[in-house]
């Protein structure tokens, strides 16, 4: 992600920019609808068999519906899409391995400080630059995550592979924003997908695979890597075309706030202040850079050629 920038693209269509955020807002929200499936799952199958043979299902789900795809990738677009495959990969493995050291919250709140991992990165890869509504919208979305997961917080072990993981994330959304082509986002998305199922039973495979032995598993499997797996990483992909990585990395904030909404609906839980108080923030924070008049320079996607 680095060299000589291109000339500066012609800015996005507002009405594909509002068609990207509301892919990425479906996005988080099937990512959210996932959490009342994963609790009682992962009592049964160990976090990194999982994610490999959900992540396997959507690539062959992938590869079913488009098999010429990944055929019609440019080799820059194959190059990236293993790379991007291999970050997000690596981030699902460590924030996994951390998530075995450190308190749910506490992994979900770190986890979330890819939203200000994502600027930083823009500033210093893309060059983006970032203006101060942003960075105040940065601190809402950061201080509604504090509010929503986090009770407690304590630096060790986990925490520092979950924090690792948190800026590979960000580096993910980054470099969407920089590769991403909307011409070609179902091929890299696939590939994406394939290099993610590999590394993950890669991490596994020592221990072996335990696969699940209820038709109810593989049901709450299958949703999981059509919708939260295949379609998902999809649509994130397409997206990215359209918006800024900033942008886009404060949208996807409302992951936990979708989840905090399904745990009550679904999940039997009671709303409270907290998830109230929370959820408002990160949504004020959306608001913040979708409403609020950007300069021009922030409105377009700075796309590298390398």
């Given at each position: 992600m680095t060299g000589p920038t291109p000339p500066t693209p012609p800015a996005t269509p507002l009405r594909t920019r509002l068609l990207a955020t509301v892919t990425l807002l479906a996005v988080t929200a099937v990512w959210g609808s996932t959490f009342p499936l994963i609790k009682g799952l992962l009592d049964r199958v160990p976090t990194l068999d999982f994610l490999a043979v959900r992540f396997a299902l959507a690539a062959v789900f992938l590869v079913a519906i488009a098999p010429r795809a990944l055929g019609r990738l440019s080799p820059a677009s194959r190059r990236h899409a293993l790379v991007l495959g291999a970050i997000y990969g690596v981030a699902q493995v460590l924030q996994t391995a951390g998530l075995a050291h450190t308190p749910a919250s506490v992994s979900?709140?770190?986890?979330?400080?890819?939203?200000?991992?994502?600027?930083?990165?823009?500033?210093?890869?893309?060059?983006?630059?970032?203006g101060r509504l942003t960075w105040l919208a940065v601190a809402v979305a950061t201080a509604g995550l504090a509010v929503l997961t986090l009770d407690g917080l304590s630096i060790g072990y986990g925490e520092a592979l979950t924090l690792v993981a948190a800026v590979l994330y960000a580096a993910h959304i980054v470099g969407l924003g920089a590769w991403s082509r909307p011409e070609e986002a179902l091929g890299m998305a696939i590939l994406q997908v394939?290099?993610?199922?590999?590394?993950?039973?890669?991490?596994?495979?020592?221990?072996g695979v335990v696969l699940p032995d209820r038709p109810?598993?593989?049901?709450?499997?299958?949703?999981?890597?059509?919708?939260?797996?295949a379609l998902a990483m999809l649509g994130q992909t397409w997206a990215q075309a359209h918006l800024p990585p900033t942008r886009t990395a404060i949208i996807m904030t409302m992951e936990p706030v979708f989840a905090a909404t399904f745990a009550v609906l679904l999940g039997g839980e009671s709303l409270t202040v907290r998830m109230g108080l929370g959820g408002l923030l990160v949504l004020a924070a959306m608001l913040m850079v979708e409403l609020a008049p950007r300069r021009k320079i922030e409105a377009e996607v700075p796309h590298l050629a390398v």
């Amino acid at each position: 992600m680095t060299g000589p920038t291109p000339p500066t693209p012609p800015a996005t269509p507002l009405r594909t920019r509002l068609l990207a955020t509301v892919t990425l807002l479906a996005v988080t929200a099937v990512w959210g609808s996932t959490f009342p499936l994963i609790k009682g799952l992962l009592d049964r199958v160990p976090t990194l068999d999982f994610l490999a043979v959900r992540f396997a299902l959507a690539a062959v789900f992938l590869v079913a519906i488009a098999p010429r795809a990944l055929g019609r990738l440019s080799p820059a677009s194959r190059r990236h899409a293993l790379v991007l495959g291999a970050i997000y990969g690596v981030a699902q493995v460590l924030q996994t391995a951390g998530l075995a050291h450190t308190p749910a919250s506490v992994s979900g709140f770190i986890t979330g400080m890819y939203v200000v991992c994502t600027p930083l990165l823009a500033a210093l890869v893309l060059r983006t630059r970032i203006g101060r509504l942003t960075w105040l919208a940065v601190a809402v979305a950061t201080a509604g995550l504090a509010v929503l997961t986090l009770d407690g917080l304590s630096i060790g072990y986990g925490e520092a592979l979950t924090l690792v993981a948190a800026v590979l994330y960000a580096a993910h959304i980054v470099g969407l924003g920089a590769w991403s082509r909307p011409e070609e986002a179902l091929g890299m998305a696939i590939l994406q997908v394939i290099v993610i199922a590999v590394l993950c039973f890669v991490a596994t495979a020592p221990d072996g695979v335990v696969l699940p032995d209820r038709p109810g598993d593989w049901l709450a499997i299958g949703y999981m890597a059509v919708f939260a797996g295949a379609l998902a990483m999809l649509g994130q992909t397409w997206a990215q075309a359209h918006l800024p990585p900033t942008r886009t990395a404060i949208i996807m904030t409302m992951e936990p706030v979708f989840a905090a909404t399904f745990a009550v609906l679904l999940g039997g839980e009671s709303l409270t202040v907290r998830m109230g108080l929370g959820g408002l923030l990160v949504l004020a924070a959306m608001l913040m850079v979708e409403l609020a008049p950007r300069r021009k320079i922030e409105a377009e996607v700075p796309h590298l050629a390398v």
